[in-house]
C-alpha cells in the first residue's frame, strides 16, 4: 500500500496485535539528551562530550507530536507519557503537555524524569494538565547517588524535585522508579522504603534488564523481585493487592499499617509480556513496539512528506496488528544469545 494513500478497507475496529493485545498506552521521547550518565543506561565511555545526538530540526516537532497523538488516540490510546533521554531538557515542554491534555480520549498524561530539573517546572507542568510525574531514584546514599548517575547529579536536585512535585498536587500523584543491581544499590532499599512510607508516593522497584547494549548486563546482577519482597516484609508486613488495570506493569503491595504501597516491575522473574500494551515514539519519529526493539517504523519521514492522517492512520495500525513482540518471555528460551537492541535512552523506560 501506498503511505501516501489510505487503504479503502481500512477497518475501523481498534486494532490488537497478533496476540490479542489492544493499543493503550504511548510513550514518547522528547529528548535523545540526558543530564546524566546512567551507567545501565547512557554510559559515559559512549556518551561523551564527543558523542554526537539529534539537531533540533531532526527531533520530531510540537505539531508533529500532538498530530501523531490525536491520530493514535482514534486507535484506542488513553495514556501518553513524556520520556527522553531527561525530557525536561526540552524547551517550553509545558506547551506540549497543554496541547496533548486537549487530545479527546486521553486520560492519563505522565512524565518520566531523572529529577534534576523539575522543582522549576513542577507547577507549570501541573498547570498545563499534566496528571502525574515519575522520578527515576536509585538510591538515598549522596556518594552512591553521585556514581550511579555517572558523575552528573546530585542528590539534593532530585529530593528537591520530588518535594515540589508533591506540593504541585498532580491528580495521579508521583511515583519513584528505582533499579535495584546486585553488589550496587540492594542494601539502600529499605532506605527507600523507610523514607518514602507514609509520605503518599510509592515507591517501585525495577528489576535491573537488559535494555540496550551497553550496560553490560548478567542475569547475576539481577535482584528478584521475590527477594525484595521478603526482605521489606520482615521489617514491613506487606500484602498483595490487585491491579488497577488490566496489563498493569507493577505488581502492587500494601503496607498492613496502612502506610501507603510500593510496587514490583518484574521485566526478568516475571515477565509480562502477555499484557503489554505499550508503543513507543522516539525523538525523531521512529515508532517500536518494545522497549527491546531491534527496529522501528518512520512516521517522521511521512509526517515531513504530506501523509494525509488517514494514511498515517491506517500505517500506525498496520503496525500495531503486525506486532508479535514477546522479548522477555523469549529470553530465556535464548540461552545467553544477545541480540542488537534500541538503546533505551532512545525511547524511554
Same mark, same amino acid.
Given at each position: 500500500?501506498?503511505?501516501?494513500?489510505?487503504? $479503502?478497507?481500512?477497518?475501523?475496529?481498534?486494532?490488537?496485535?497478533?496476540?490479542?493485545?489492544?493499543?493503550? =498506552?504511548?510513550?514518547?521521547?522528547?529528548?535523545?539528551?540526558?543530564?546524566?550518565?546512567?551507567?545501565?543506561?547512557?554510559?559515559?565511555?559512549?556518551?561523551?562530550?564527543?558523542?554526537?545526538?539529534?539537531?533540533?530540526?531532526?527531533?520530531?516537532?510540537?505539531?508533529?507530536?500532538?498530530?501523531?497523538?490525536?491520530?493514535?488516540? %482514534?486507535?484506542?490510546?488513553?495514556?501518553?507519557?513524556?520520556?527522553?533521554?531527561?525530557?525536561?531538557?526540552?524547551?517550553?515542554?509545558?506547551?506540549?503537555?497543554?496541547?496533548?491534555? *486537549?487530545?479527546? !480520549?486521553?486520560?492519563?498524561?505522565?512524565?518520566?524524569?531523572?529529577?534534576?530539573?523539575?522543582?522549576?517546572?513542577?507547577?507549570?507542568?501541573? =498547570?498545563?494538565?499534566?496528571?502525574?510525574?515519575?522520578?527515576?531514584?536509585?538510591?538515598?546514599?549522596?556518594?552512591?547517588?553521585?556514581?550511579?548517575?555517572?558523575?552528573?547529579? %546530585?542528590? =539534593?536536585?532530585?529530593?528537591?524535585?520530588?518535594? %515540589?512535585?508533591?506540593?504541585?498536587?498532580?491528580?495521579?500523584?508521583?511515583?519513584?522508579?528505582?533499579?535495584?543491581?546486585?553488589?550496587?544499590?540492594?542494601?539502600? @532499599?529499605? $532506605?527507600?522504603?523507610?523514607?518514602?512510607?507514609?509520605?503518599?508516593?510509592?515507591?517501585?522497584?525495577?528489576?535491573?534488564?537488559?535494555? !540496550?547494549?551497553?550496560?553490560?548486563?548478567?542475569?547475576?546482577?539481577?535482584?528478584?523481585?521475590?527477594?525484595?519482597?521478603?526482605?521489606?516484609?520482615?521489617?514491613?508486613?506487606?500484602?498483595?493487592?490487585?491491579?488497577?488495570?488490566?496489563?498493569? @506493569?507493577?505488581?502492587?503491595?500494601?503496607?498492613?499499617?496502612?502506610?501507603?504501597?510500593? !510496587?514490583?516491575?518484574?521485566?526478568?522473574?516475571?515477565?509480562?509480556? *502477555?499484557?503489554?500494551?505499550?508503543?513507543?515514539?522516539?525523538?525523531?519519529?521512529?515508532?517500536?513496539?518494545?522497549?527491546?526493539?531491534?527496529?522501528?517504523? =518512520?512516521?517522521?519521514?511521512?509526517?515531513?512528506?504530506? %501523509?494525509?492522517?488517514?494514511?498515517?492512520?491506517?500505517?500506525?495500525?498496520?503496525?500495531?496488528?503486525?506486532?508479535?513482540?514477546?522479548?522477555?518471555?523469549?529470553?530465556?528460551?535464548?540461552?545467553?544469545?544477545?541480540?542488537?537492541?534500541?538503546?533505551?535512552?532512545?525511547?524511554?523506560?
Amino acid at each position: 500500500m501506498n503511505l501516501f494513500q489510505a487503504s $479503502d478497507d481500512t477497518a475501523t475496529a481498534l486494532p490488537r496485535d497478533q496476540r490479542g493485545r489492544p493499543l493503550h =498506552d504511548l510513550r514518547i521521547s522528547v529528548m535523545d539528551r540526558c543530564n546524566f550518565r546512567c551507567p545501565y543506561c547512557m554510559p559515559e565511555t559512549t556518551y561523551g562530550e564527543h558523542f554526537s545526538f539529534l539537531r533540533n530540526d531532526e527531533r520530531l516537532s510540537f505539531d508533529e507530536i500532538e498530530r501523531l497523538c490525536r491520530l493514535a488516540a %482514534a486507535l484506542g490510546v488513553s495514556k501518553l507519557r513524556l520520556t527522553g533521554g531527561e525530557p525536561l531538557l526540552r524547551p517550553h515542554l509545558a506547551e506540549l503537555v497543554a496541547r496533548l491534555r *486537549g487530545i479527546p !480520549g486521553i486520560t492519563d498524561l505522565a512524565l518520566t524524569t531523572n529529577g534534576v530539573l523539575l522543582a522549576r517546572h513542577a507547577r507549570e507542568l501541573r =498547570d498545563a494538565g499534566l496528571d502525574r510525574v515519575t522520578v527515576s531514584l536509585d538510591t538515598l546514599d549522596p556518594a552512591l547517588f553521585h556514581r550511579m548517575s555517572g558523575g552528573r547529579g %546530585a542528590l =539534593d536536585d532530585v529530593m528537591a524535585g520530588i518535594e %515540589a512535585a508533591r506540593a504541585a498536587d498532580f491528580p495521579h500523584g508521583v511515583k519513584l522508579n528505582t533499579v535495584v543491581q546486585r553488589g550496587v544499590n540492594e542494601h539502600t @532499599v529499605p $532506605d527507600l522504603v523507610e523514607r518514602f512510607r507514609g509520605s503518599g508516593i510509592v515507591v517501585r522497584f525495577i528489576e535491573y534488564m537488559d535494555v !540496550g547494549n551497553r550496560n553490560d548486563w548478567s542475569i547475576e546482577d539481577v535482584v528478584p523481585s521475590q527477594e525484595l519482597i521478603a526482605l521489606i516484609d520482615a521489617r514491613w508486613p506487606l500484602r498483595a493487592v490487585p491491579p488497577t488495570y488490566p496489563g498493569e @506493569v507493577a505488581t502492587r503491595y500494601r503496607f498492613l499499617d496502612g502506610a501507603g504501597e510500593i !510496587g514490583m516491575i518484574s521485566s526478568i522473574s516475571q515477565p509480562f509480556c *502477555g499484557g503489554c500494551s505499550r508503543a513507543r515514539l522516539s525523538s525523531e519519529g521512529m515508532l517500536y513496539t518494545c522497549l527491546f526493539a531491534t527496529e522501528g517504523t =518512520d512516521f517522521r519521514a511521512a509526517l515531513r512528506g504530506g %501523509a494525509s492522517d488517514e494514511a498515517l492512520t491506517q500505517r500506525l495500525r498496520e503496525v500495531w496488528l503486525g506486532r508479535n513482540d514477546r522479548y522477555s518471555e523469549e529470553r530465556a528460551e535464548r540461552h545467553g544469545k544477545k541480540r542488537h537492541k534500541i538503546e533505551m535512552h532512545y525511547i524511554g523506560g
